[in-house]
Structure formats: structure tokens, C-alpha cells
């Protein structure tokens, strides 16, 4: 009874920390993306939206489902770690060496000349988050939320109030790169100085096999959601111009801010908890039913409110107001 108070406790802290993570970070984000919104056109949005779908396939690469499998397993040794950590830099490389290469096909293929040299920079934040990435599964293994939400609140401001200023400064499209890089780089850097984990001169076959077991599952899942998710994205990109595509993006990322904060922050609580008591059946089902509950006493009066002042809200953002366009934005409710 004492470990399931512990538990119960653990994970409502852990979901608080995950939740103002989440939520105050796109709330910051949201505030930066409508700044932005008025000093750059929706192109420069739809040509970075192009970009992205890359940058986001590549990535369930990098990862490969392996750092989940890290946080299932009860006790990840220094050689799970490293062996891990190396993998994901070696993809991070090799994938950015593919993307360096193929930038101006990308490009071609988009009718987009300004791509090859975004794809060119931006590509880099493969390799930098793939320094962060081991920091960041210790902190969700030991369920420390609150250190994630620090890093991830303060790199979403700085790197907002830094791409402001190169949108004030005439940088357009780049403001955007400017912002992506610079988040996904004080991110990793601060995961680096707070965990302050260090890799060993070590690469295990038998710690990647085992992990590797359990992470192509998730890795083959992944790489469906983000092939699904992204598959508009690259038929408005090629089809229609860019501007369409920043229409849509700008759109998509409006009508998701509030289902994904809730989504994510359960997420990233409820796995590392029930990994902990994986081996008890009785316990694991009773902890899942007690996330599910949480979850929806969350969900449920959020969504009901927005769904309140929908009209009002969309009102505020039409295209009397210079920003999107209200016929597209209201097809994604």
C-alpha cells in the first residue's frame, strides 16, 4: 500500500512538472509564432514547413525507438548508456550527410531554390539534439519533469525573443532556421550541464541488440506516424506553392497546441512509471487505470472550454485580423 502512494505521488508530481513543461512551453511558443506571424509572409512559413518533413522523418532515425527502450528497461547500466548515445550520433551523421547531399534534389523537386542552403543548415540540429537525447531519457527515467520544464521554457523564450530580432532585422525566412537551431541548441547544451552524464569509450552488441528488440517496434511505429503525419505537408508543398503550405502549417499548429500539451505530458509520465513496475501485473493494471482517469479529468473541462470559445477565438485570428485565413483554419476542428 506505502509503494502505491509513493507511486500514485510520483506520478501526479511528475504529470504537474510534464503538463506546465508542455503547455507552458507551446503557450510560449504560440505567443512567438503569431509575433512572427506578422513580420514574415506565409511562404517563408511553407518553406521551412517544407524542410521540416525531412528533418522530422530523419529524426525517428536517429532515435530508432532505442532511449524508450532505455526507459523500460529497470536498470540501465553506463554501457547502455554509451552504446545508445553512439548510435544516435552515427545516424545523426550519416543522416545529415544523405540530407547535405540530396539538398538540391529537395530542392528541385519543391521548385524552391532557397532550400539548399536552409537544408544545408538546419540539418545540423540532427547532430546537436543527438547530444541531448541520452541527458534527456535519464531525467524522463528518474521522472525529473521539473528540470525538462526549466530547459524547455527558458530555450523556447530565448530562442523566440532571438528570432524576433532577426525578423525585426529583415532576416525572413531565416528567423525561422535562426529559432529552430537556436532552441534545439540551448536545449541540448543546458541537458548536458544539468545531467552532466558523460559517455564511455565503449560500444556494447549485446546492450544494442537487446534494446534494439524492443525499439524497432516503436521506431517502425514512429516512422509510420510521422510518414501519415507529414503526408499533406508534402502533397500541399509539391502541389500547390509555398504559401498554401504555410496556410496549413500555421493552421495545424493552432487547432493541435492544446490536444498535443495534454497528450505528451501523459505520455511522457506514464511510460517510465509503469516500466517501473513492469513485473507486477496487479500493479501496472491499477497504475494505467488511474493515468487514464487523471488524464481525462484534465482533457475533458480543456477541451470543453475551448470548444466555448471557438468562435470567438477563430474570430480573433481570421483573415480580417491579417493573420490566417479563416476558411482553412476552421476545416481542421
Same mark, same amino acid.
Given at each position: ?66 532511449? /524508450? ?11 547502455? &548508456? ?5 548510435? /544516435? ?52 527515467? /528518474? ?103 504555410? &496556410?496549413?502549417? /500555421? ?83
Amino acid at each position: 500500500m506505502e509503494k502505491e502512494k509513493t507511486l500514485q505521488k510520483t506520478t501526479i508530481h511528475g504529470m504537474l512538472w510534464s503538463f506546465m513543461d508542455t503547455a507552458g512551453t507551446q503557450v510560449i511558443q504560440l505567443i512567438v509564432h503569431l509575433i512572427l506571424a506578422r513580420l514574415l509572409t506565409p511562404k517563408d512559413f511553407g518553406i521551412v514547413g517544407m524542410v521540416t518533413i525531412f528533418i522530422a522523418l530523419s529524426s525517428v532515425f536517429v532515435d530508432g525507438g532505442l532511449t /524508450n527502450g532505455l526507459i523500460r528497461e529497470k536498470e540501465s547500466t553506463q554501457e547502455d &548508456y554509451s552504446t545508445i548515445f553512439y548510435f /544516435n550520433l552515427s545516424m545523426a551523421i550519416i543522416l545529415y550527410i544523405l540530407l547535405f547531399a540530396s539538398a538540391e534534389y529537395i530542392s528541385v523537386f519543391f521548385e524552391q531554390p532557397q532550400l539548399v542552403n536552409i537544408i544545408k543548415v538546419i540539418g545540423l540540429i540532427l547532430i546537436i539534439n543527438a547530444f541531448g537525447l541520452i541527458q534527456k531519457t535519464i531525467l524522463t527515467k /528518474n521522472i525529473n519533469f521539473r528540470t525538462q520544464m526549466k530547459i524547455n521554457v527558458f530555450s523556447s523564450i530565448l530562442s523566440g525573443v532571438i528570432a524576433i530580432v532577426c525578423a525585426i532585422s529583415g532576416w525572413g525566412v531565416w528567423s525561422l532556421v535562426v529559432r529552430t537551431m537556436a532552441m534545439q541548441f540551448i536545449q541540448a547544451s543546458l541537458l548536458c550541464i544539468s545531467n552532466r552524464w558523460f559517455p564511455s569509450l565503449v560500444f556494447s552488441i549485446s546492450s544494442f541488440k537487446r534494446l534494439f528488440q524492443f525499439g524497432w517496434k516503436l521506431l517502425l511505429s514512429n516512422l509510420i506516424t510521422q510518414l501519415y503525419g507529414n503526408l499533406y505537408s508534402f502533397i500541399i508543398g509539391k502541389s500547390f506553392s509555398a504559401t498554401t503550405l504555410g &496556410y496549413y502549417s /500555421n493552421a495545424v499548429k493552432f487547432s493541435d497546441t492544446a490536444a498535443y500539451s495534454l497528450s505528451v505530458s501523459v505520455e511522457k509520465v506514464s511510460f517510465p512509471v509503469l516500466s517501473s513496475i513492469q513485473d507486477d501485473t496487479a500493479r501496472l493494471k491499477r497504475g494505467y487505470k488511474k493515468i487514464i482517469k487523471n488524464a481525462a479529468y484534465l482533457s475533458f473541462p480543456i477541451m470543453l472550454g475551448l470548444a466555448a470559445i471557438a468562435e470567438p477565438f477563430y474570430e480573433l485570428f481570421s483573415v480580417k485580423h491579417g493573420f490566417l485565413p479563416f476558411h482553412i483554419f476552421n476545416c481542421f476542428v
